[in-house]
């Protein structure tokens, strides 16, 4: 059999002779098979699509080269006179000898209409001329990877990287939908003009149920092409067989863009399904081979031609270590030149220089984001076909096999947007187009609306009549009130349901109990989106406006620079893919592979004193910088009523050593408030939507003089009121500081210090500051500007995250320290002292105690047995899912630090905690600073021998 045959099978093959025929010269079988399949006749020069919604005159479409063929379709390409827009035409036959290939091509219409994502060939529309039926596709001109590879013997591993990452995204997909493609081959692999990948022919998708019925519903029926076919197909009994046979074909795919060949290619099919029943393949030896495949690669594949429960879903497939031992390209970087030659010797960089290593994983994570998969991802809820198939049907809008002349089937979302924005150009009210689309979609409409033709009718009628009726009466307040609701709850003011009214707001306002109400919302919004852009204009305005902080502490002479990726929206998006990937850790039962990645020591938060009652935070780093985080405070002291400066921030690097002896006459910057012969000091302005704003300001202009009689140093006068301003968060981080340094305590509990702080390997001038704080009860969150993330527990451990959620520093109580806390409420002072550092994978770190079967391929570290007890012993795991509630309480209200301060909604850590020998009760307080919430500030006390005892706030 032909390497790359492009036949498809749908029964085994018993007959001998078939198999014969089957290993001829390519030429005949192919003449054979074409005639055996019954192909529809070449096109006529001109094919014309009937009048419809859409298209009141109809559309014609003059057709061009022959594309390709398959198994009962033809392929042409079609351009539209009109647009001059080039589309794909896929041909069938209208009457078709057997009512099962039917059943089967009306699947295929309604699976793939209901496909929408940028690595799935597009569906446009299906009709019928001159007895054929013509589905209008998405034009991928660059062939497909079986073109390519048959032009090029093999392809190279960074373009398999870029092309697995937008089949793995494609898959995710399918499945999120409940569909299983189950022909998964390259020679269904298209190429668009930019060389990304596009999915395409369902013509063997199989659609499963959602919900609970998705593990019990197994398809069983034979299917694919021998060289993909996944060996559950084949298997007699009647387990049959689900979403994992797209897996397999991936990994057979790989191996065969690598190799020029799939793994288990044989002269006969039976001999191809035993090889893959045994999983027997060989990679091809090096002496031998023209491409380069490294042992990443060849581990993948083994993982993806696992056992059916065994193979990785998609999400995980991408994290896998073949997708950073090399360079992963970009975009622009996968030329048309691709499809005819390899890549040039240096078209892709190698991972020698750290930069080249950087720029690949940057790559990964952008790729990884535009074809929606990978830990980086958002969580998506994806609506079931077989619901959206149930919609289609009960408004009489499933096509009939064969399609009738002059009916066009479009896809059921693009034909109810149009309605939609029909109503809009009429004139019709947001609150009752969304009535209207609920009444559409409700489960009466299968009575009340027998096909497309009469629904329109009835939605120009409604519009007409209601049209009528309201210009007969007047319009209501109430009326105008309920609409403005129903804008904010449609999700397109996105600022606007930060605050905890519009969330409240929004769940009183989602009546999504069925898809009929989902489709309709989800219509309206798309609505509003087009219509907003007027309508906000002058709110949008307003807003810019007010972001700009009239009282700032910039003086228009500073130099002030935007700070990078401080923007709320990315710092969300970027909190949103780490609670996916803490989520995933979490949800992992296995160590992560090794990584040759050298990490340095963290710089973290050692020292702090929380004054959030009135003016903010200030902290002690382990590289000896010195900052404070200060709340919006007013921008004149003489005059509170005047305003408040926006939040702010400032930082004194490598300052901690002045504090200390600024009092010793033999420092060089004795008597100083700040170390005036040190680095420039920075200051940050937080400006809401637009982000953090920095300046750096010469530490001279903040030298201080004795007074006449012999006074301490003081700070002088300022010389305007910018200036003014920053003297003033001067003197406040000076008293921070001192207090840090002299007494060494929080003001509401003990001071936490880091007991290996001279042997961190930190880089004083590193651009490292805290731009957020937060606390919940006794459970402290620093947020850096670079997206790590710094929890400190009431148990005196620290958790560090980098911003991608992948490696976790931990500094914990050794192991008995740990347990004698947990169990008896104890802990000695001379523990703190013995405190120590792991840092691992997140991943790793949370299995430490699985049993793992070190091998070549898998690459796992090995893990000293002395630590593997400590993430246990101080309840990481139990953190991180702490830690996860509180990412989740921001990405749910739409940013960080907005959390719920309700006496019985508030998060509280219900981990081990001191109880004998310290003083009771204390104070709990919840707060944040330079985020995204309000100032507001909440304190209760709280007896850690009784921890479920709630006392009512107090005031502060």
């Known amino acids: 059999m032909e390497a790359l045959s492009p036949r498809d099978v749908n029964a085994r093959i018993r007959i001998n002779h078939a198999v014969d025929q089957a290993v001829k010269p390519s030429t005949a079988p192919l003449k054979s098979t074409h005639k055996e399949k019954d192909h529809p006749p070449p096109p006529p020069p001109e094919v014309i699509e009937p009048a419809s919604f859409s298209q009141k005159d109809g559309v014609i479409y003059k057709t061009g080269q022959l594309l390709g063929r398959g198994g009962f379709a033809v392929c042409y390409e079609g351009q539209n006179t009109n647009t001059r827009q080039k589309y794909a035409l896929k041909i069938v036959k209208s009457h078709m000898p057997q009512k099962k290939m039917e059943q089967k091509f009306q699947t295929e219409l309604q699976i793939h209409s209901k496909m929408n994502q940028a690595n799935i060939v597009e569906f446009h529309k299906a009709f019928s001329y001159q007895k054929c039926t013509y589905i209008v596709l998405e034009l991928c001109p660059n062939g497909s990877l079986m073109d390519m590879v048959k032009k090029r013997k093999y392809i190279t591993e960074p373009e398999v990287r870029f092309w697995t990452v937008q089949m793995a995204g494609a898959i995710k997909y399918m499945h999120g939908k409940g569909i299983i493609h189950r022909d998964l081959k390259m020679g269904n692999i298209f190429l668009d003009k930019n060389m990304n990948v596009k999915v395409g022919d369902f013509g063997l998708a199989a659609l499963l149920m959602s919900g609970k019925d998705w593990q019990a519903c197994r398809r069983t029926t034979l299917c694919g092409t021998p060289n993909y076919i996944a060996p559950e197909i084949l298997s007699k009994d009647k387990s049959g067989h689900d979403?994992?046979?797209d897996i397999w074909s991936l990994g057979i795919i790989i191996f065969a863009m690598l190799t020029g060949k799939p793994p288990f290619q044989s002269?006969?099919?039976?001999?191809?399904y035993r090889r893959a029943r045994e999983r027997d393949y060989d990679w091809p030896k090096l002496n031998t081979s023209e491409n380069f495949i490294s042992k990443e690669t060849k581990d993948l594949v083994s993982e993806l031609l696992q056992a059916p429960q065994q193979r990785p879903l998609p999400d995980k497939i991408v994290q896998h270590a073949f997708f950073t031992c090399g360079w992963t390209p970009k975009s622009e970087e996968m030329t048309i030149s691709l499809r005819e030659r390899h890549p040039d010797q240096f078209q892709f960089p190698s991972l020698?220089?750290?930069?080249?290593?950087?720029?690949?994983?940057?790559?990964?994570?952008?790729?990884?984001?535009?074809?929606?998969?990978?830990p980086w991802t958002v969580p998506r809820k994806y609506t079931s076909t077989y619901r959206e198939v149930e919609e289609e049907e009960k408004l009489g809008l499933t096509p009939a096999v064969p399609l009738a002349e002059g009916v066009v089937y479009r896809p059921f979302h693009t034909w109810l947007q149009e309605q939609v924005k029909n109503l809009n150009k009429n004139g019709e009210s947001a609150v009752n187009i969304l009535q209207l689309l609920k009444?559409?979609?409700?489960?009466?409409?299968?009575?009340?609306?027998?096909n497309g033709s009469s629904l329109r009718s009835s939605l120009r009628s409604h519009h007409r009549n209601h049209a009528i009726q309201q210009r007969e009466k007047p319009h209501s307040s109430a009326n105008q009130d309920y609409e403005r609701k129903i804008y904010t709850t449609s999700g397109i003011n996105k600022k606007q349901t930060r605050s905890r009214f519009d969330q409240n707001e929004q769940r009183s306002h989602e009546p999504l109990k069925d898809l009929g109400d989902k489709l309709a919302v989800d219509m309206f919004n798309q609505l509003h989106i087009f219509d907003a852009k007027k309508d906000n204009h002058s709110e949008h305005k307003t807003h810019s406006n007010h972001s700009k902080a009239p009282f700032s502490i910039f003086h228009k002479s500073d130099i002030v620079k935007e700070v990078p990726d401080s923007k709320p929206d990315f710092i969300l998006s970027r909190l949103r893919r780490l609670k996916v990937e803490?989520?995933?850790?979490?949800?992992?039962?296995?160590i992560a592979a090794e990584t040759s990645i050298p990490r340095k020591k963290p710089v973290i938060v050692v020292k702090w004193v929380d004054y959030t009652n009135k003016y903010g935070l200030g902290y002690i780093l382990s590289n000896g910088s010195v900052g404070s985080i200060f709340r919006a405070i007013p921008a004149s002291p003489q005059d509170p009523q005047k305003g408040l400066n926006p939040p702010t921030c400032v930082l004194i690097r490598d300052s901690e050593k002045h504090l200390l002896n600024q009092n010793n006459p033999n420092w060089k910057d004795y008597g100083q408030l700040v170390p005036i012969t040190g680095h420039k000091i920075e200051f940050y302005e937080n400006r809401g939507d637009q982000g953090l704003f920095k300046a750096e300001v010469n530490a001279a202009k903040f030298k201080s003089v004795p007074g006449l009689n012999g006074?301490?140093?003081?700070?002088?006068?300022?010389?305007?009121?910018?200036?003014?301003?920053?003297?003033?968060?001067?003197?406040?981080?000076?008293?921070?500081?001192?207090?840090?340094t002299q007494y060494g305590r929080d003001a509401d509990y003990p001071l936490d210090e880091n007991p290996h702080q001279s042997n961190l390997?930190?880089?004083?001038?590193?651009?490292?500051?805290?731009?957020?704080?937060?606390?919940?009860?006794?459970?402290?969150?620093?947020g850096f500007d670079d997206g790590r993330l710094q929890f400190n527990f009431p148990d005196h451990t620290k958790i560090i995250l980098s911003a991608d959620g992948t490696w976790c520093d931990f500094y914990h109580l050794p192991i008995k320290a740990a347990r004698d806390l947990e169990e008896k409420g104890i802990l000695l002072p001379q523990t703190l002292d013995e405190r120590?550092?792991?840092?691992?994978?997140?991943?790793?770190?949370?299995?430490?105690?699985?049993?793992?079967?070190?091998?070549?391929?898998?690459?796992?570290p090995e893990i000293d047995p002395k630590i593997l007890d400590i993430p246990e012993a101080n309840n990481l795991r139990l953190k991180i899912e702490f830690i996860v509630q509180c990412i989740n309480e921001w990405t749910t209200n739409g940013g960080i630090g907005i959390s719920d301060l309700s006496v019985e909604g508030r998060l509280r850590w219900s981990g081990a905690r001191q109880k004998v020998d310290t003083k009771v009760p204390y104070k709990h307080v919840w707060v944040c600073v330079g985020g995204r919430a309000t100032d507001e500030r909440k304190v209760m006390w709280f007896d850690p021998r009784v921890p479920d005892l709630i006392l009512p706030d107090i005031d502060h």
């Not at 020698?352 to 990978?374: A, F, H, P, T, Y």
């Open 243 to 245: 979403h994992a046979v």
């Open 267 to 272: 002269a006969t099919a039976d001999e191809i």
């Open 352 to 374: 020698d220089k750290e930069d080249n290593l950087i720029s690949s994983l940057r790559n990964l994570e952008s790729l990884c984001l535009q074809c929606e998969v990978g």
């Open 439 to 450: 009444e559409v979609v409700s489960p009466a409409s299968k009575k009340k609306y027998k």
């Open 582 to 590: 803490l989520e995933r850790s979490l949800s992992s039962r296995s």
């Open 711 to 740: 006074e301490m140093f003081k700070l002088g006068i300022g010389q305007d009121e910018f200036d003014s301003r920053k003297k003033e968060r001067i003197a406040i981080w000076r008293k921070f500081g001192n207090y840090m």
């Open 761 to 782: 390997e930190a880089d004083s001038s590193a651009a490292t500051f805290v731009n957020f704080y937060q606390r919940w009860g006794d459970v402290g969150c620093w």
């Open 836 to 860: 120590q550092h792991l840092s691992y994978p997140l991943q790793t770190m949370l299995n430490f105690t699985i049993r793992t079967i070190r091998t070549r391929s898998n690459r796992q």
